[in-house]
């Protein structure tokens, strides 16, 4: 079944600095892949998504995320983080059984000044 | 274009008890998807329904139940609710019954007592 694994729970960085979440799939076809963020009592907002193409898709927000097959990866970049982006950070992949979507756990992003 | 909405945002209830949630999906949409959200077992799939059929469903009881109406409002029952259901619970919809898309409301927190 396919499936996606976000290695890091907790993830710290600078205001300013680089951004890396990562993102693992299993999968033997190409997965349609999704980035979510979720800020706290809120729902979950679509920041990009990859289905074929160019593997380096743009986002809102100014994320980046990029489709490595020969790595199974599928990682979510920013060149400079706000503080507004301090969020949880969902990857998820569509279930082959229909229309559903399978979660990884998250990855939560601190920003300190 | 206003989007996903669920009422209500937040519940109370006693183990035993039934209770029903609401989901209206963007305008123009006609797929809408149902997820559970807890710290533990993360974002699950419940369910999702197109053209008021049920398509796919996830692995929880059936306890758990949904219904989606001709105008593509949906809603979701639990009956019997024991503790382990306090949980966040979303909805998402999709334009049409191919679109991977999907789009959260603010979900609705349960929490029983």
């Known amino acids: 079944a396919q499936s996606v694994t976000q290695p890091d729970i907790h993830i710290t960085v600078s205001e300013g600095a680089s951004l890396e979440l990562r993102c693992n799939y299993s999968?033997?076809?190409?997965?349609?892949l999704f980035w979510y963020v979720q800020s706290p009592g809120q729902g979950l907002q679509l920041l990009l998504k990859?289905?074929?193409?160019?593997?380096l898709v743009q986002g809102i927000k100014g994320f980046e995320a990029e489709f490595k097959r020969s790595q199974s990866s599928f990682n979510l970049r920013k060149p400079s983080v706000h503080w507004s982006d301090a969020a949880e950070y969902f990857c998820?992949?569509?279930?082959?059984?229909?229309?559903?979507?399978?979660f990884g756990k998250g990855t939560s992003l601190l920003v300190t000044p | 274009k206003a989007g996903v909405t669920q009422t209500p945002r937040y519940l109370i209830k006693t183990r035993g008890q039934q209770v029903t949630l609401s989901c209206s999906p963007i305008?123009?949409?006609?797929?809408v998807s149902w997820y559970q959200q807890t710290p533990g077992q993360g974002l699950q799939f419940l369910f999702e329904?197109?053209?008021?059929?049920?398509?796919n469903k996830g692995n929880f009881p059936g306890r758990f139940s949904g219904r989606q109406f001709s105008n593509s409002r949906s809603e979701m029952n639990v009956s019997t609710l024991e503790l382990g259901d306090s949980a966040l619970y979303l909805c998402?919809?999709?334009?049409?019954?191919?679109?991977?898309?999907?789009?959260f409301g603010p979900g609705t927190r349960l929490t029983v007592t």
């Open positions: 998820a992949v569509v279930q082959n059984s229909g229309y559903a979507l399978n």
């Open positions: 990859y289905f074929s193409g160019d593997t």
């Open positions: 305008s123009g949409h006609r797929s």
């Open positions: 999968y033997g076809a190409t997965p349609y």
């Open positions: 998402a919809s999709s334009l049409t019954g191919n679109s991977y898309e999907q789009y």
């Open positions: 329904y197109f053209s008021e059929t049920q398509r």
